[in-house]
């Protein structure tokens, strides 16, 4: 601390008359012996992540490389003795025995995006179902649910995910709020618990 703050610093040892260190280890869902517990991001997870990444990036590619269709027009509208350089103006020319017809028009392409859409629409169910969410509740369709007995099952996985990491918090919590209540005896400021 003292490289830090200087004269200023404050001391490395401070007598705090609580039993307990002030630093409280709160570990994610546990998993064998692992001092962190097991992360929220499993590798299936980080992979779903990923591919939803690839699908959206792809449909953007997509619909960039559409945005600005090319015109199509007649044979002979264009100077072809280099005062008008066709691939600067994104121009196609097509023979007027291969055009519907000789007035000038884009070139479109519907690009048919509803696989992919559908795609994407898989990936982020799975990821739903691998982080144990609703998916009534991620999509909002809450509102839909019948029944308090369907209710249950649609949020069944989702709240016993949450009851389990209250059991991994709550004792934490608890002593957290007991050594403060010690800490707030200590200074004067309220009555010892």
């Known amino acids: 601390l003292s490289a830090l703050y200087g004269e200023d610093a404050p001391p490395d040892y401070i007598?705090?008359?609580?039993?307990?260190?002030?630093?409280?280890?709160?570990?994610?869902?546990l998993y064998g012996c692992a001092h962190y517990g097991m992360s929220d991001y499993t590798p299936?997870?980080?992979g779903l992540f990923d591919e939803a990444n690839q699908r959206i990036t792809g449909i953007a590619d997509v619909l960039d490389r559409h945005k600005d269709p090319?015109?199509?027009?007649?044979?002979?509208?264009?100077?072809?003795?280099?005062?008008?350089?066709?691939?600067?103006?994104e121009i196609i020319e097509v023979a007027p025995e291969d055009a519907s017809s000789n007035a000038p028009r884009l070139l479109t392409w519907d690009a048919q995006l509803d696989s992919s859409f559908?795609?994407?629409?898989?990936?982020d169910s799975a990821i739903l179902k691998f982080a144990q969410i609703s998916a009534a509740w991620a999509r909002?369709?809450?509102?839909?649910?019948?029944?308090?007995?369907?209710?249950?099952?649609?949020f069944a996985q989702m709240l016993a995910r949450l009851t389990l990491k209250q059991s991994y918090r709550e004792p934490v919590i608890k002593q957290m709020l007991y050594t403060a209540m010690q800490?707030?005896?200590?200074?004067?400021?309220?009555?010892?618990?």
């Open 70 to 89: 090319k015109l199509i027009l007649p044979t002979g509208v264009l100077d072809r003795r280099g005062q008008i350089k066709t691939e600067d103006l």
């Open 183 to 193: 800490l707030n005896a200590i200074l004067g400021n309220g009555p010892a618990p």
């Open 44 to 46: 299936t997870l980080v």
């Open 118 to 123: 559908k795609m994407l629409d898989e990936v």
């Open 140 to 154: 909002q369709d809450a509102g839909n649910i019948d029944s308090a007995p369907a209710f249950n099952r649609c």
């Open 15 to 29: 007598e705090t008359g609580v039993s307990v260190p002030l630093l409280f280890h709160l570990p994610n869902e």
